[in-house]
């Protein structure tokens, strides 16, 4: 349950801003709780509006991998703000940026740097409509890639079907061209290659993905949506926004040694700050005004501050990082799998890297009809209880939790315990 001070707060939000939130995972609905209010964050800490302390699996939903208010991020924050917050125009900052990513990401040989990671994926498709002068996207079911109009799509009544609005607001002329397939399939994907291959602009993945829980790609999926998407003249763009720099430093691409022919980034490359990129073959990026026919622009896109956080934090992703993350999250998957046994709770932990999910469902989750039919009021009753012994779990069984290199093993196994506990009280 949330503090008083938190439920004061919500009721003067809630006047004033829909749900109370500015974006909507925050309240807490799909769990049956309500938002605990954050006065600050320190490494893998946050303190709630009562001066509560938590440990934090949020992270801001992926940026924070060097942990909350790290001394260099906030110094360059600092120092950059003191020569001013934004010019609109060019500076020397952008130039080492682009440098620097298209170093970390060799598939991205040309980039823009956006606001956020809805910016990146619809100007990557866009780009790629462009580029190929077709209209069809393909996405998958479970991936969430932005609320951009075109990518608010449920699944037709098939895999060949067009999509349909997936929110109010959202035109049937805006759906119409976009395709949504299960993830992980590789025949449904061959199948509408096979038969459309030649009006797909681009399929567009999360290469593991975070938005539905943590699934990981079923082997050779990827490879062959690389390989149709070439073999048609389609883009296939991975959506890195959460994967990037999160799973390996130079994301998922480079864990598995895969070429996207586009990519989008977020969260962690911008340093926690609004700032996201999309790029990939200069071929594709020369379309992007004022080079090409492409229009897309941003008054505030690379500015001085959010650059200057993200250079701070790209160079501290080390091997020693990746390393720990890794031993901090093999510890807490085996632990949570070893409390599903002894508690006789059907569920399944899964996990790359430092993102993570404990599933209330039946394993292995390879898809979204397979998420959907997890228990989600079961882990709505553990996550109240994670929260109430102060452990800041994500509030939705479709998210994936993140951790930090400020976390320690004892945090871990802090955790673990309060997880142990509340497991016992779920029956
Ligand atoms: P933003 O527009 O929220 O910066 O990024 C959109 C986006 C794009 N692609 C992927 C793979 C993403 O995960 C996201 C945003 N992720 C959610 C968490 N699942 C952000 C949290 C929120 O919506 O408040």
Redesign the pocket.
């Known amino acids: 349950m949330s503090d008083p001070i938190s439920k004061g707060l919500f009721e003067r939000a809630k006047k004033l801003i829909p749900g109370g939130v500015n974006?909507?995972?925050?309240a807490f609905r799909s769990v049956g709780g309500e938002p605990i209010f954050i006065s600050r964050g320190e490494g893998a800490y946050l303190f709630g509006a009562d001066g509560a302390k938590y440990t934090d699996y949020v992270g801001s939903?992926?940026p924070m991998i060097l942990g909350h208010a790290h001394p260099a991020v906030v110094g360059a924050i600092t120092e950059a703000a003191g020569r001013g917050t934004s010019y609109g125009a060019p500076t020397e900052l952008e130039v080492r940026f682009a440098e620097t990513v298209t170093k970390l990401y060799p598939s991205i040989e040309m980039m823009r740097a956006v606001s956020?990671?809805?910016?990146?994926?619809m100007a990557a498709l866009r780009a790629a409509r462009g580029f190929t002068g077709r209209d069809v996207i393909v996405k998958f079911e479970g991936?969430?890639?932005?609320?951009a109009d075109f990518l608010l799509v449920k699944a037709g009544s098939g895999a060949m079907t067009l999509g349909v609005p997936d929110s109010a607001g959202v035109p049937n002329g805006a759906a119409g061209n976009t395709t949504t397939l299960p993830y992980n399939d590789i025949p449904a994907l061959k199948e509408l290659f096979s038969s459309r291959g030649h009006r797909i602009a681009a399929v567009i993945v999360?290469p593991v993905v975070?938005?539905m829980g943590v699934v990981p790609p079923a082997p050779g999926f990827l490879e062959e949506l690389i390989a149709v998407c070439a073999k048609s003249g389609a883009v296939s763009i991975f959506?890195e926004?959460?994967?990037g720099s999160r799973v390996a430093r130079g994301g998922y691409q480079a864990r598995a040694g895969l070429t996207p022919q586009m990519t989008?980034l977020?969260?962690i490359i911008g340093g926690g700050m609004p700032l996201?990129v999309y790029g990939g073959k200069r071929e594709i990026m020369e379309k992007v005004a004022p080079l090409g026919p492409v229009y897309q622009a941003g008054t505030l896109s690379g500015n001085p501050v959010c650059v200057s956080a993200a250079l701070a934090t790209i160079e501290r992703l080390d091997d020693a990082l990746y390393a720990k993350l890794e031993t901090l999250g093999a510890r807490l998957e085996a632990g949570l799998a070893v409390q599903l046994a002894k508690h006789k709770i059907e569920g399944c932990v899964q996990r790359v890297g430092s993102m993570i999910t404990l599933f209330f469902g039946k394993g292995p989750i390879r898809n979204f009809t397979e998420a959907s039919a997890c228990d989600t009021k079961r882990f709505g009753a553990w996550h109240r209880g994670m929260i109430e012994r102060k452990h800041y779990w994500p509030p939705s069984q479709f998210?994936?939790a993140f951790f930090s290199g400020t976390h320690t093993e004892a945090d871990i196994d802090a955790t673990l315990a309060a997880s142990d506990e509340t497991m016992a009280t779920l029956g």
Do not use: F, L, Q
């Not at 974006?23 to 925050?26: A, D, G, H, K, T």
């Open positions: 974006s909507p995972v925050r939903w992926g956020s990671g809805t910016e990146a994926t991936c969430y890639h932005g609320h999360e975070g938005n959506d926004v959460m994967t989008c977020g969260k996201a998210e994936a």
